[in-house]
């Protein structure tokens, strides 16, 4: 069975940062690409970034530039460093392996003053 735990979120003002961290068990990991996705009250999840097993990176617009993905295959453990964080960042922070239906149970981040 698949789980994914998520951690490290927290209350945080603008411009701080935080790093989220999921640790993956049950796949064999290091044949995922990894993805952290993200939902705000009343809207829809979406991705915020993505690794692939080859450690290529993609960023949503929104993150570009203050968010850096990166993974462990020994830990099987996919990290997200967000740093100049801004209160539209606030949200729940889910990683996800593509091609699964599997979702951990989230990480909230709220970034206020």
């Known amino acids: 069975q698949v789980q994914l735990v998520e951690s490290g979120g927290g209350l945080v003002q603008p411009g701080g940062s935080l790093t989220l961290s999921c640790v993956a068990s049950g796949i064999i990991f290091r044949l995922y690409t990894m993805g952290w996705y993200r939902q705000a009250p009343g809207k829809q999840r979406e991705l915020v970034a993505l690794i692939t097993t080859i450690h290529t990176t993609n960023y949503a617009d929104s993150a570009k530039g203050r968010f850096t993905i990166s993974r462990d295959n020994a830990k099987n453990t996919v990290s997200l460093q967000m740093n100049n964080l801004k209160p539209e960042d606030t949200a729940v922070y889910y990683c996800?392996?593509?091609?699964?239906?599997?979702w951990g149970q989230g990480t909230q981040v709220t970034v206020s003053s």
């Open positions: 996800h392996p593509s091609n699964t239906n599997t």
